[in-house]
């Protein structure tokens, strides 16, 4: 085991000698292409492909429409993900060194600020195409889940994203130090949110919005305590910024719980109400 450790992990070559896999996948031409970048990208193509295979076209979206959301949200989220992370890491940091705003190669990208800027987007589209948003949110959640799990795995390359010491045999080693995997907590975490959203509740959801909502409270649960452990989150003064967020998506889906059946069960009365009436004329 400690021979197979030294160069692979999960079909991913490791620096020799070492827990940690080489930040570099391959080079072209010189080039030298990250598994962070890699990770990242792969969870994307895989979230979407998720996510377009929940559209039946029943709803007013048609698959179609849908990679054409597409092109706007993942450039904004990309976007809004990097504007996160840098307005919290080190903001004075970067005013400083302008052009290392987009040095994405080596990592430097917040979960939250792509949620944040996904959903901006979503209720945009939603209302300028009249595609109700909560379908639109339950239809994103698990290809989200999804990638993140496998976009975390760039964390573990790039030598990011972890915790404190540990002695727990799941331990990795970095500069000498056995260290939590928080990593490899979250990527398990949003694996299995993956695999209950997308193949349990997608089939059994009782109101639009459901599937988001549950993303949101489990995800921002699991968040909150994995966010304790790491060494290196973004700070609000003496608060992890994470943390607040998270108390934040943990409310919001619980209002959707309460708020969401409620209002849909009233539009439900209406339109059956609207119905009987034309019938009468």
């Known amino acids: 085991m400690t021979m197979f450790k030294k160069y692979i992990i999960i079909g ?3 620096k020799k000698g070492s827990d940690l896999i080489n930040p570099v996948a391959f080079s072209i031409f010189g080039f030298d292409v990250m598994w962070y970048g890699v990770f990242v990208t792969t969870g994307i193509f895989l ?3 998720v996510a377009s295979s929940l559209i039946d076209g029943t709803r007013g979206l048609t698959k179609d429409n849908f990679f054409d959301l597409m092109i706007i949200m993942i450039p904004v989220a990309v976007i809004t993900t990097r504007l996160y992370y840098v307005i919290f890491y080190n903001l004075e940091y970067y005013l400083d060194n302008p052009l290392e705003i987009f040095n994405f190669r080596q990592g430097g990208l917040a979960i939250h600020g ?3 800027g996904g959903v ?5 589209y939603s209302y300028l195409k009249k595609v109700n948003i909560y379908y639109l949110l339950d239809i994103l959640a698990p290809g989200l889940a999804l990638g993140q799990s496998i976009g975390r795995w760039g964390n573990y390359a ?5 915790g404190g010491p540990t002695e727990l045999p799941w331990g990795i080693t970095i500069d000498g130090v056995k260290v939590h995997p928080t990593f490899l907590y979250e990527s398990i ?3 299995s949110l993956f ?3 997308y193949f349990f509740l997608s089939k059994r959801k009782k109101f639009d919005g459901e599937m988001f909502g549950v993303y949101l409270i489990i995800y921002s649960i699991a968040r909150f305590f994995i966010e304790e452990l790491r060494t290196d989150s973004l700070m609000a003064g003496d608060l992890r910024v994470a943390q607040l967020v ?3 998506g943990i409310i919001i889906g619980i209002i959707m719980f309460i708020v969401l059946p409620k209002q849909q069960d009233k539009e439900v009365i209406k339109t059956q109400n609207k119905s009987k009436n034309k019938k009468k004329k």
């Open 47 to 49: 979230g979407i492909l």
């Open 246 to 248: 998270s108390i934040g």
């Open 158 to 162: 790039n030598q990011e994203a972890h």
């Open 12 to 14: 991913v070559f490791l």
């Open 195 to 197: 695999v209950f959203l």
């Open 114 to 116: 792509g949620i944040i």
């Open 189 to 191: 975490v949003t694996f």
């Open 120 to 124: 901006l987007v979503v209720l945009i």
